[in-house]
C-alpha cells in the first residue's frame, strides 16, 4: 500500500522558514520522481517542484522557485521542500506526489500517487 506523509508545516510568520517532509512507503522510492503542490483557498492545484529519483534532476513552478528548493533523501524514502522567505500568498495546503514515469511533469495528471496535505499559513 502507498502511502505519503507530509510534515512539517503549521503557522509562520512572513519572511520566516519552513521545511517540509514527506516520508513515503509501499513502492520503491528511488525509482520514482517526486514532487511538491500546492493548493491555495480558492484556486487550482500549483506545481511547486520535482526531482527526478537520483536527485540528480529538478524542476520548479513559477512561484517561488527562488525561495523553494525541493530535495530527497533515498536512503530514508524522504523528500524535502525548503521554503524560505515566506509570503502569505504561500498560504496553501501543501502535497507531496510520486510517479515512477519521466521526466518529471508539472501537471497533476502526471503523478499516480498523493498525499493527504500538509496546510501552512503564513500570517503576521
Known amino acids: 500500500q502507498v502511502q505519503l506523509v507530509e510534515s512539517g508545516g503549521g503557522l509562520v510568520q512572513p519572511g520566516g522558514s519552513l521545511r517540509l517532509s514527506c516520508v513515503a512507503s509501499?513502492?520503491?522510492?528511488?525509482?520514482?520522481?517526486l514532487a511538491w503542490f500546492r493548493e491555495a483557498p480558492g484556486k487550482d492545484r500549483e506545481f511547486v517542484a520535482a526531482i527526478t529519483g537520483s536527485g540528480g534532476s529538478r524542476v520548479y513552478g513559477n512561484s517561488g522557485k527562488d525561495r523553494f528548493t525541493i530535495s530527497r533523501d533515498n536512503t530514508k524514502s524522504t523528500l524535502f521542500l525548503q521554503v524560505n522567505s515566506l509570503k502569505p500568498e504561500d498560504t496553501a495546503v501543501y502535497y507531496c506526489?510520486?510517479?515512477?514515469?519521466?521526466?518529471?511533469?508539472?501537471?497533476?495528471?502526471?503523478?499516480?500517487?498523493w498525499g493527504q496535505g500538509i496546510r501552512v499559513t503564513v500570517s503576521a
Open positions: 506526489a510520486a510517479d515512477p514515469r519521466r521526466p518529471p511533469r508539472r501537471d497533476r495528471d502526471g503523478y499516480a500517487y
Open positions: 509501499g513502492f520503491t522510492f528511488s525509482e520514482h520522481v
